[in-house]
């Protein structure tokens, strides 16, 4: 059964920063390519960045490229996001997923969630 348990989240200034992980379990984490997407209030799924499972090609929206970073580290079956200079709407619910070519993104597998918001 495939997990995927977010952590990191929380309640930050804008400019500030914070870094969300991702444990993973249930499938071969390092065959499979990975993604954060987000959900604001209100707003649709909206997907922010995903890194290739053979070379660690990295990949993001263009509100976010430049400000977050996506990371993984396949010895501890873990997905990274490094999120920089925040700004307010950066607030959402954020979702590490599996990146399943030819499947919508609103059907990809993944975890809870977890909440960033950005206020001052």
């Known amino acids: 059964e495939v997990q995927l348990v977010e952590s990191g989240g929380g309640l930050v200034q804008p400019g500030g920063s914070l870094r969300l992980s991702c444990a993973a379990s249930g499938f071969n984490f390092n065959l499979v390519d990975m993604s954060w997407v987000r959900q604001a209030p209100g707003k649709g799924l909206e997907w922010v960045s995903t890194i290739n499972w053979w070379d660690s090609s990295t990949y993001y929206a263009g509100s976010v490229q430049g400000r977050f970073t996506i990371s993984r580290d396949n010895a501890k079956n873990t997905l990274y996001l490094q999120l920089n200079s925040l700004k307010t709407e950066d607030t959402a619910m954020y979702y590490c997923?599996?990146?399943?070519?030819?499947?919508?993104?609103?059907?990809?597998?993944r975890g809870q969630g977890t909440q960033v918001t950005v206020s001052s």
């Open positions: 997923a599996q990146a399943l070519q030819g499947v919508d993104m609103e059907r990809w597998p």
